[in-house]
């Protein structure tokens, strides 16, 4: 049987200085071969062919002589990114067996391609040995075995404990400037406890439930998440324990369970102890005197000076390892101009500008009682207590969303404020927009996706962070429904009464902000020449539709050749398309393709429902269509090149498989993702796997299905 044994000792070795922990060279070598040799069935670590790959320059001459005299190929790669393809390249295609056990010891991506790639037999088996788990949420997850390295190694790390005084950590978080961000706290409080070993236990303790005992926490789209804090914690594996609001009462709480869980026989060997109060300092003394290690997370400005004194005590600071944003550059980071911006979505500063907008057209004032916006607040249902009101405001005001007015407890709106502006921009535009549709064409409502298509063409929302897809508008629209601007409801389709789609109204009670009168959106105008348009002449004033063409022709085809079917639904087409649909890009590129006697579009009889449906049917024989088709078999062919050679499907390959062909690239690889003829590689941009038993593939190549 072939049985491979693959090390990366440049990960292996970096993973055990980052956890502290001493190996012996000679022992992790030999002790890695013997295990691989075991696991394999083997009756000898001969039979097995072990390889160490490394940058070996960045290594001593004694690391290399080591792993060489315990019996390995002291393979070298320089750069990681080229690690998998050349032990392809260098052993596995000049392999003539196929793998029965193949072993990657490591915890880093770069070698899981060779899961995949790797021509095995049927019964293989294939094991990740690492320090974490990368396989999670992988499509290896279920088909590859993963085994902690330490324990297969018998190397003991220490166990840790955390305790988190979350109220304490919060609120000092907030009273030094910083934006609670709940999910990247718990990333990186559950990232800092494991770099000191294996973690047995967490717990944060807090009033969970009670508003107004701690500030707004809030995920990376500035929502605020209080409700849903004990949940995402414990999905991260920490125990969400309540206390009574008030220091005592936690602080209490804490020192009880710390000093009863230190005094059991398998208590942990390092304490970590997140809060800045000096009341702690007594527990922490008697951690110590039981020889534990014991760590303090505190925030920089608010942790005590006893316990930033205690000698035996080391101080990590919360600011430093989780680098939080600050109210101020969580603002303008997320709405800056003139760089990649983070997705522009409704948040919970939506709820304070659209209602303190709503309240100020109403009473024709331009400042409002800061207790009156949160009374409007819990009205619409944004807030559910004063206390979260009151926190909201406040917050808004360290923002400089809000600006307090001297003296007499009113607040207003700052309109130069990036957030303000951009949510006055959104939802104006989709108030207009429903409005004008309903005053031009006469309509009760609008449909649900006729908005989406509208909002869609809307210029003034292509701005950084906006308006990058329905799911984006949606998320707008709905925000806006709740925030009673507009009211959602469902009505009987057209064609099918049992049906309900989701139609948009203007709420009768809602005032328009600041009306003006805008135009129709009209479609661009219909080419009555495109029946004597080649589509190259198409190609210089709209090269998108002629993108569109090619995808619509490939998609279509591709459908009703592998189902046996003479036509394809018009609407499931556009859903997969839709990602590529600039405003009305897909129904000109329909719309060509019919005035061109290349395709037709008719109800047809759905053998699964009592009515028709819309589909699009391919005229064969046409040359339009014959020359798309014979362009994607060429493209096909391509990628079996790179196959058959056992190549990385990259567009850097592709160009030196054909170095003569004139192809668009980006636009038939992302053809060829849509299809699923190729899958995009996990954590490597710009190189994919060929799904060689897919139908189109096997047409191409010829293969009996």
């Known amino acids: 049987m072939a049985a491979y044994l693959i090390v990366d000792v440049d990960d292996v070795l970096q993973r055990f200085r980052q956890r502290g922990i ?21 009756v000898s670590a001969d039979k097995l062919k072990a390889v160490a790959v490394a940058n070996w320059e960045a290594h001593t001459p004694q690391v290399h002589a080591k792993f060489k005299a315990a019996g390995y190929d002291t393979f070298d790669v320089a750069e990681r990114d080229s690690m998998a393809d050349a032990l392809i390249m260098h052993y596995f295609s000049f392999d003539p067996d196929p793998v029965d056990e193949l072993i990657l010891a490591t915890t880093s991506q770069d070698l899981i391609p060779l899961a995949r790639r790797v021509k095995t037999t049927r019964n293989a088996r294939i094991r990740v040995w690492g320090s974490e788990d990368v396989l999670k949420g992988t499509e290896f997850a279920a088909s590859v075995i993963f085994q902690p390295l330490e324990s297969l190694l018998g190397i003991q790390t220490k166990n840790v404990a955390v305790y988190v005084d979350f109220e304490n950590i919060a609120i000092s978080l ?26 047995v236990s967490m717990a944060a303790y807090a009033p969970w439930g009670q508003r107004g005992s701690l500030p707004p926490l809030v995920d990376s789209q500035g929502r605020e998440v209080m409700d849903e804090a004990p949940s995402r914690l414990m999905l ?51 951690l110590l005197s039981r020889n534990k290690t014991v760590i303090v997370w505190g925030v920089r400005g608010s942790t005590s000076r006893q316990l930033e004194k205690n000698p035996g005590v080391s101080v990590e600071y919360i600011d430093d390892f989780t680098n939080l944003q600050t109210h101020q550059s969580l603002s303008t980071a997320a709405v800056s101009e003139g760089t990649e911006a983070a997705s522009f979505t409704p948040s919970q500063w939506t709820s304070v500008i659209v209602q303190f907008d709503r309240m100020a057209t109403e009473l024709n004032i331009e400042t409002i009682p800061a207790r009156q916006l949160i009374e409007q607040l819990q009205r619409v249902g944004a807030v559910i207590s004063r ?36 949510t006055r921009i959104i939802r104006d535009r989709i108030v207009r927009r429903v409005e004008n549709t309903l005053e031009v064409r006469g309509w009760e409502y609008v449909n649900y996706g006729f908005l989406l298509k509208g909002l869609a063409m809307d210029k003034e929302l292509d701005r950084p962070g906006c308006n990058e897809n329905d799911q984006w508008r949606s998320h707008w629209i709905d925000a806006l429904v709740r925030e009673q601007v507009l009211a959602r409801e469902l009505v009987p389709h057209r064609h099918n009464p049992d049906d309900l789609v989701p139609v948009i109204k203007l709420r009768s009670d809602y005032q328009v902000v600041a009306r003006e009168e805008i135009k129709p959106v009209a479609p661009p105008p219909l080419q009555k020449e495109w029946a004597e348009m080649t589509i190259d002449e198409l190609g210089k004033s709209e090269q998108e539709t002629v993108d569109m063409i090619v995808r619509v022709v490939v998609s279509v085809e591709q459908f009703t050749s592998f189902r046996g079917f003479a036509w394809c639904p018009l609407g499931s087409l556009h859903r997969r398309l839709r990602a590529y649909d600039t405003g009305m890009t897909f129904q000109r590129a329909v719309e060509y393709l019919i005035a061109n006697n290349a395709a037709e579009v008719n109800e047809y009889p759905n053998p699964q429902s009592n009515y028709s449906t819309k589909g699009i049917t391919l005229l064969g024989g046409h040359a339009l269509l014959k020359t798309i088709l014979a362009e994607r078999d060429a493209f096909i062919k391509l990628l079996l090149q790179l196959y058959d050679k056992n190549m990385l499907i990259s567009e850097a390959n592709l160009r030196t498989a054909d170095p003569q062909g004139q192809w668009d690239l980006e636009l038939w690889f992302s ?35």
């Open 22 to 42: 001493a190996v012996d060279l000679q022992e992790l070598a030999v002790g890695l071969r013997g295990g691989a040799a075991l696991a394999a069935g083997l």
């Open 174 to 199: 907030n009273e030094q400037g910083f934006t609670v961000n709940l999910d990247h706290l718990i990333d990186r409080i559950v990232m800092q406890a494991k770099a000191h070993g294996h973690v």
């Open 236 to 286: 991260a594996n920490i125990d969400p324990v309540f206390n009574l609001p008030g220091k005592n009462s936690a602080d209490m709480r804490i020192a009880r369970d710390v000093i009863t869980d230190a005094g059991h026989s398998d208590s942990a060997d390092v304490y970590i102890l997140a809060s800045g109060d000096r009341d702690f300092n007594e527990v922490l003394n008697a």
């Open 387 to 422: 206390p979260r009101g009151e926190d909201l405001v406040s917050q808004a005001l360290s923002l400089g969303l809000l600006k307090a007015v001297t003296g007499n407890g009113n607040v207003t709106l700052n309109p130069t404020h990036p957030i303000v502006e951009k």
């Open 671 to 705: 053809i060829m993702v849509t299809e699923n003829v190729l899958n995009p590689l996990p954590g490597r941009a710009g190189q994919y796997s060929l799904f060689r038993t897919h139908h189109t593939v096997n047409l191409v190549a010829g293969t009996p299905e």
